[in-house]
């Protein structure tokens, strides 16, 4: 398997980066917009509240229901916003999908009104006497309100949160991108629009276009549609990596759920544009990324402790996290169980066909990235926000030359930082650590 992938290319406009890969490869334009700014404790909620917002109309389109039916007027185009964390920075996501002039009889140049209308979107909001629309402010505080819900009523991100939020507790990166609910009562139409003010002030803009367009074409259309304050763009600063402590802290947490959660997180130097992020790669793939990694294989699969058990890497943090769902009873042999696979991961204790797999199970995800634009898109801007100047190709080289001696180097720089298990209410049998 490789890549034969086409380059972005580079440019600005004011304050926005572009980054456009021309490419007749894919039917549609496909177009994304992140705003970041740093993770504040007095801001957070106000952010996160923006993006639905600012998706509820704007100054030529100012009800819901016509801003609707432009899109369904530009064929269908689908518009969307999200919010996230990437390394200490909060970020909104605006993201447009609209079919390619050449595949349609349109009266219109669809890249052109895509443009003009996240422009719209973003900078000319619709307003009532000068700040944001009442209504829309309240319907979309219980919006998220319902979205910060929904996360204590699913118990395994549940668990993720507290864990991150007791692992980084004295860290910008414990904040949750959607904020806090006992915020939203203190905001209103006008508090929000001058964060709102702040924010198109403060943001780091990248936009992406990716379809059959060039660089000069998005340049000019973007120079008359985003109406934003002057200056340099904006800029993601890396996170400092930390290390885990001598030894890890024990949190534990009493709810009424029946299955325990156990999750454990790790700390690493290594960071997303280092030369040894390849290899950490590989270590987390062989340690629970997998289907034959050892967390499942040997927690779930032989000891059938665990209902699921796994990890994931955020590699602008140097995090790690274990993620297991298990019989509340068998918390100790679990966490003994998953300690003896880090062990076994720094011994380099584990099989050439093991590390081939992951390696392969790597490098078909890279290449499965080059078929959808939005993954394109997303996978180069983590590159930009780490500084990192690796490609796709350069990556996925590197993942397939990591020796086994290197998973090990870097599985002796793991660190045991936090160990979060969440239970239920019956008689105590264990205890935390502070």
Not at 217 to 243: K, N, Q
Request: with cysteine; proline share 5%.
């Amino acid at each position: 398997m490789s890549l034969n992938a086409e380059p972005f290319v580079r440019g600005r406009i004011g304050r926005i980066r572009l980054h456009v890969l021309p490419t007749r490869k894919f039917k549609t334009y496909a177009i994304v917009l992140y705003a970041g700014v740093p993770l504040s404790e007095a801001a957070i909620t106000r952010v996160a509240l923006l993006p639905f917002v600012l998706g509820r109309g704007t100054q030529s389109y100012p009800e819901t229901l016509v801003l609707r039916e432009k899109l369904d007027a530009m064929y269908g185009a689908h518009f969307g916003y999200d919010v996230g964390k990437r390394g200490d920075h909060q970020v909104v996501q605006f993201r447009l999908d609209i079919i390619n002039d050449r595949f349609v009889s349109s009266g219109m140049p669809l890249l052109k009104e895509a443009l003009a209308l996240l422009g719209e979107v973003l900078t000319a909001p619709a307003l009532e006497d000068g700040r944001f629309t009442e209504r829309y402010v309240e319907s979309e505080k219980k919006t998220v309100a319902q979205k910060l819900d929904a996360i204590i009523n699913d118990k395994i991100r549940y668990a993720e949160k507290r864990c991150l939020e007791e692992m980084f507790r004295d860290e910008p990166y414990r904040l949750p991108a959607l904020g806090r609910k006992e915020d939203l009562a203190a905001i209103d139409a006008a508090s929000l629009y001058g964060t709102y003010r702040n924010w198109l002030g403060e943001a780091a803009f990248d936009l992406y276009v990716v379809g059959d367009t060039s660089l000069e074409e998005v340049t000019e259309l973007v120079s008359g549609a985003f109406r934003l304050p002057d200056g340099p763009p904006g800029r993601y600063a890396p996170s400092a990596p930390r290390s885990a402590p001598p030894e890890p802290r024990t949190v534990v947490e009493r709810l009424d759920v029946t299955q325990g959660k156990l999750n454990i997180g790790l700390r690493t130097p290594i960071l997303y544009g280092g030369p040894d992020y390849p290899a950490l790669l590989v270590y987390n793939g062989l340690l629970g990324g997998f289907p034959h990694a050892k967390l499942f294989v040997n927690v779930r699969e032989k000891a059938s402790l665990a209902y699921y058990a796994s990890s994931r890497l955020d590699g602008h943090k140097g995090l790690i996290m274990i993620q297991t769902g298990i019989e509340i009873a068998n918390y100790e042999k679990a966490l003994g169980i998953i300690r003896e696979q880090l062990e076994a991961m720094r011994r380099g204790d584990f099989t050439a066909d093991d590390l081939d797999k992951t390696k392969e199970m790597l490098a078909g995800q890279l290449i499965a990235l080059q078929d959808n634009p939005f993954d394109r898109i997303w996978f180069d801007f983590n590159a930009s926000v780490a500084g990192a100047e690796h490609t796709a190709e350069e990556l996925l080289a590197g993942i397939r030359r990591v020796t086994p001696e290197e998973v090990a180097r870097v599985a002796a720089g793991v660190g045991l930082d936090t160990v979060y298990f969440l239970r239920d209410r019956k008689e105590e049998t264990v205890h935390a650590r502070g």
